[in-house]
T-cell receptor, first 112, second 111 residues
Framework: EDQVTQSPEALRLQEGESSSLNCSYTVSGLRGLFWYRQDPGKGPEFLFTLYSAGEEKEKERLKATLTKKESFLHITAPKPEDSATYLCAVQALKNRDDKIIFGKGTRLHILP | DGGITQSPKYLFRKEGQNVTLSCEQNLNHDAMYWYRQDPGQGLRLIYYSQIVNDFQKGDIAEGYSVSREKKESFPLTVTSAQKNPTAFYLC??????????FGQGTRLTVV
């Protein structure tokens, strides 16, 4: 069964303190791995898609990386406005099935 | 503006009543999704549709029903058979790219 596990569940950092969020996945062939940001009471906002092991993508203070079993979202010198829940999701290579499975997310809180 | 519109933003219903949540998109996307989110939880897939007049059950389809009569619309009905319907419901759509894009959600409260 396809599964996505994110860790830690919650993370508190001081402003400027860099860290990484983890997303472990088990799928029968990965078609794509996605990172989203979600603010309270809002819909998730798309950040990145990663397709194959070794791929990296960056946006401002965020960098996403992918291996064959996990992905990391690195946050460099975060600011309070980076506080949000970060969600990881995967789509498997299954007969062109469009099913997308999400993890439970990591709640990130950046203290000023 | 192109996007995904969910309505209403807040919805209150009495226990035992069916309620329908609206999701419309003008992105010309083929695939559409419904997810449920409970406090402190990730997104759980209820139903998804890859094409008009076709849809598949997700992981928690019991107590829900959907239709896909038009490409732009994918309404979700929460029936009285759903035991714990109070939740935040999110609709998404996906085109040729792999990633899905979300609406702003409907918060359903059953009293």
């Amino acid at each position: 069964e396809d599964q996505v596990t994110q860790s830690p569940e919650a993370l508190r950092l001081q402003e400027g303190e860099s860290s990484s969020l983890n997303c472990s996945y088990t799928v029968s062939g990965l078609r794509g791995l996605f990172w989203y940001r979600q603010d309270p009471g809002k819909g998730p906002e798309f950040l990145f898609t990663l397709y194959s092991a070794g791929e990296e993508k960056e946006k401002e203070r965020l960098k996403a990386t992918l291996t064959k079993k996990e992905s990391f979202l690195h946050i460099t010198a975060p600011k309070p406005e980076d506080s949000a829940t970060y969600l990881c999701a995967v789509q498997a290579l299954k007969n062109r099935d469009d099913k997308i499975i999400f993890g439970k997310g990591t709640r990130l809180h950046i203290l000023p | 503006d192109g996007g995904i519109t969910q309505s209403p933003k807040y919805l209150f219903r009495k226990e035992g009543q069916n309620v329908t949540l609206s999701c419309e998109q003008n992105l010309n996307h083929d695939a559409m999704y419904w997810y449920r989110q409970d406090p402190g939880q990730g997104l759980r897939l209820i139903y998804y549709s890859q094409i008009v007049n076709d849809f598949q059950k997700g992981d928690i389809a019991e107590g829900y029903s959907v239709s896909r009569e038009k490409k732009e619309s994918f309404p979700l009905t929460v029936t009285s058979a759903q035991k714990n319907p109070t939740a935040f419901y999110l609709c998404a759509s996906k085109g040729y790219a792999l990633e899905a894009f979300f609406g702003q959600g409907t918060r359903l409260t059953v009293v």
